[in-house]
């Protein structure tokens, strides 16, 4: 990059660290980068603050890496970090031999990760800074672009990249302020504390944010009921065992350049060419056809107790469909037709997310038991939440009335939504004209390199890294897409500063 570039990053989680990774990695000497957050666990974002150790990551270390290119960083900084000692747990699931790391430790790894990034920039002669407030406007201006934070200081940078994240749980039901309710279950070593050992609790969601809740609580020694509660009753699958298997006919190498090149694919060809995926492999496609079948349909219990009893089951054909949505699933969701993207959210979206972001098996135990110990209901079709006049509250589900002592916010910010902290930021680049808000949440950017766009048009002064690009692009909430986009947008940067050497030279040359 050139030497006067100047850089703001707004937000400061997960994203982030994938961003300012990639970027001191290209080892180009820079100007300036500032990173804007005012929160009070920054690198780590929501999901890792320092927390109870049953709250783990669900995927397998090689596939929370933060570095582009390099599956094996965050297994070596586990190693020197916590180096296995025999006859210490080092995190293995007994059921399904995969190492699930505690979320706590693995903010510890994205700390770690951002400080080094921001050393390697300084020595790369770049200014680093790390601002602790809001950014509440990121406006053109005579002095290329000035951001403005909730304290009124005002900073000019010449390129933007928002990070801003999701933000808190929705309150569906109105409860926010009543006593007993918890609002965002995170960190749940500190918000479980006002939960009583024998009072019965409501978890609303059914998904992994409240699979952590009830973990916790068993870890906590909670003996009272747990009621898990959503409108689906649709629980994350179960991870089976790991299976090494090379995609043949689903290839996201073709995918990525199909989508590079702005093609469009019909669903029914990729639905084929993963039934001659499956084939190949000597699997049933109607394997995969039978489980979308009994989504919602299925008692989520017996679900849960079958899937359970398939972590070593012989039948790869779901893990090779878990192995491709993750791997090409970025650049599937670019390749199809508006309307068809629109079908599948519209009818499948909970299959997307309960088969793409399975719990663990030893999570998975643990709600079994609790079942077959009277301490845990999984219950669907949930119709409303009241406080009660006397204290507590009481939730409908279908015709049966229960009442709970507690309830637990565990429904997952909406993905592609824009968090309160950055609705102002958003608003104002909104109504200057600079971003377009995307009907499915966020905002428009163009799918090669995460310019916001406007009526088609990308804008090189601003680009969007996760949950705010997530109307375009979807698949926006798994660390191996955080790390494809973040590479794509450094990959532009340090192209459009080319451009803009290219440009001044060829002032100069016309000049002399």
Request: with cysteine; proline share 7%.
């Amino acid at each position: 990059m050139r030497s006067d570039t100047r850089l703001g990053i707004i937000g400061g989680g997960a994203s982030t660290v994938c961003l300012l990774d990639a970027l001191a990695r290209s080892d180009e000497r820079g100007g300036s980068v500032t990173v804007f957050d005012p929160s009070p666990h920054l690198w780590r974002g929501r999901p890792y603050q320092r927390d109870v150790e049953a709250v783990r990551v669900n995927i397998a270390p090689e596939g929370m890496t933060i570095r582009s290119g390099d599956k094996e960083h965050f297994t070596r900084w586990l190693d020197l970090r916590y180096p296995r000692v025999p006859g210490v747990d080092d995190h293995t699931d007994p059921l399904c031999g995969i190492r699930f790391i505690p979320r706590g430790r693995y903010g510890e790894y994205l700390e770690d990760s951002a400080r080094a990034a921001l050393a390697r920039l300084a020595e790369n002669g770049w200014l680093v800074r790390v601002i602790r407030e809001q950014a509440v406007s990121a406006l053109p201006s005579d002095d290329g672009i000035t951001i403005r934070t909730k304290e009124r200081n005002e900073f000019p940078v010449d390129q933007v990249v928002l990070c801003t994240g999701r933000g808190t749980p929705p309150d569906d039901y109105g409860l926010s302020g009543s006593p007993g309710h918890v609002a965002d279950p995170y960190p749940l070593t500190r918000t479980l504390e006002q939960v009583g050992p024998d009072q019965d609790v409501a978890v609303l969601g059914s998904g992994l944010t409240g699979v952590d809740v009830v973990l916790a609580l068993a870890e906590r020694g909670h003996r009272g009921r747990v009621h898990l509660l959503s409108r689906s009753g649709i629980l994350p699958m179960v991870r089976q065992r790991a299976i090494e298997h090379e995609l043949v006919h689903f290839r996201p190498d073709e995918l990525r350049e199909a989508a590079l090149r702005g093609e469009t694919i019909p669903l029914r060809r990729l639905v084929t060419a993963m039934r001659d995926e499956l084939t190949a492999a000597g699997e049933d496609p109607a394997v995969i056809t039978a489980e979308l079948a009994s989504l919602g349909v299925e008692d989520p219990t017996a679900r849960l107790r079958r899937h359970l009893a398939a972590v070593d089951s012989p039948d790869r054909a779901l893990r090779i469909l878990q192995q491709a949505v993750p791997a090409a699933g970025p650049d599937v969701w670019t390749v199809l037709a508006e309307d068809e993207k629109a079908e599948l959210l519209r009818h499948h979206y909970r299959a997307l997310m309960s088969i793409c972001c399975p719990m663990t098996s030893a999570a998975a135990r643990t709600l079994v038991d609790l079942v077959d110990a009277g301490r845990l209901s999984v219950v669907a079709g949930l119709e409303g939440v009241v406080p009660r006049p006397g204290g507590g509250f009481a939730f409908t589900a279908g015709r049966t009335r229960t009442e709970v002592d507690v309830v637990v916010n565990a429904v997952n910010p909406a993905v592609r939504s824009t968090s309160a902290m950055a609705r102002p930021l958003v608003d104002g680049l909104v109504a200057a004209g600079l971003a377009r808000p995307h009907p499915r949440g966020g905002v428009h950017v163009d799918r090669a390199t995460s310019r916001l766009t406007v009526d088609g048009v990308p804008d090189p002064r601003y680009h969007a890294l996760g949950d705010l690009a997530g109307g375009t692009l979807f698949f926006t909430f798994g660390m191996p897409s955080l790390v494809d986009r973040a590479r794509d947008i450094v990959d532009d940067l340090l192209l459009l500063d080319a451009a803009d050497g290219l440009t001044a030279a060829g002032t100069t040359l016309q000049s002399a």
